[in-house]
């Protein structure tokens, strides 16, 4: 099984950047499909962006605009999201999420989950 600790969340102005972190523990790490999502108070839980095993990735959701990027090191044990131009409806906790399957927007897909790190993006 798996170990997912996210990092690099904290609070930026609008029109800023983070690039979120999240450090797995397990032998088979790249084997696995990380899924990143977010959910803001009093919302559902959403997707952002995956990628699979092999590199291949999607942040085509229409809320990312193609402003977020995931990228994986394997020898690191790390998935990064980068986030750019942030708005305040980006303010969210980010989670990363892991399956063994390929990638998938819904939340009840992957068995594996992180606690989280929260985005507060200010006007």
């Known amino acids: 099984q798996v170990q997912l600790v996210e990092s690099g969340g904290g609070l930026v102005q609008a029109g800023g950047s983070l690039r979120l972190s999240c450090a797995a523990s397990g032998r088979t790490f790249s084997t696995y499909t990380i899924g990143w999502f977010r959910q803001a108070p009093g919302k559902e839980r959403e997707f952002v962006c995956g990628i699979n095993g092999s590199g291949g990735s999607t942040c085509d959701v229409a809320y990312v605009k193609g402003r977020f990027t995931v990228s994986r090191d394997n020898a690191k044990n790390t998935v990064y999201l980068e986030t750019n131009s942030l708005q305040p409806e980006d303010t969210a906790v980010y989670y990363c999420?892991?399956?063994?399957?390929?990638?998938?927007?819904?939340?009840?897909?992957?068995?594996?989950w992180g606690q989280g790190t929260q985005v507060t993006v200010s006007a």
């Open positions: 999420a892991a399956d063994r399957k390929f990638i998938s927007r819904r939340s009840y897909d992957y068995d594996y």
